[in-house]
């Protein structure tokens, strides 16, 4: 995928996942481009996981929904080492 569907994916998985985690207030743009392609990479490993099928990273609605998903579990773990 490249460097423009990472940043565009990234950037909309991590608005989403902000919205679900209830962390909007606390990012921004950048904050939410960088929870996004981390989460992309988390979820990917997850349903790698669990599935055993490796998930390819590309411009769809698969990428966005796996993004969406370890985004969401990354801000979880944020939110529990944060105390929140």
Same mark, same amino acid.
């Given at each position: 995928m490249g460097l423009l569907a990472w940043i565009i994916i990234g950037g909309l998985a991590g608005w989403i996942a902000t919205l679900i985690a209830g962390n909007? @207030?606390?990012?921004g743009i950048i904050?939410?481009?960088?929870?996004?392609?981390?989460? @992309?990479?988390?979820?990917a490993f997850i349903v790698?996981?669990?599935?055993?099928?490796?998930?390819?990273? *590309?411009? *769809?609605?698969? *990428?966005?929904?796996?993004?969406?998903?370890?985004?969401?579990?990354?801000?979880v773990l944020i939110n529990l080492f944060k105390g929140k």
């Open positions: 909007s @207030a606390s990012t904050g939410n481009i960088v929870i996004g392609i981390l989460g @992309a990479l988390v979820g790698n996981f669990i599935t055993g099928d490796p998930v390819t990273l *590309s411009f *769809s609605l698969q *990428s966005l929904l796996v993004s969406i998903f370890g985004a969401v579990v990354l801000l």
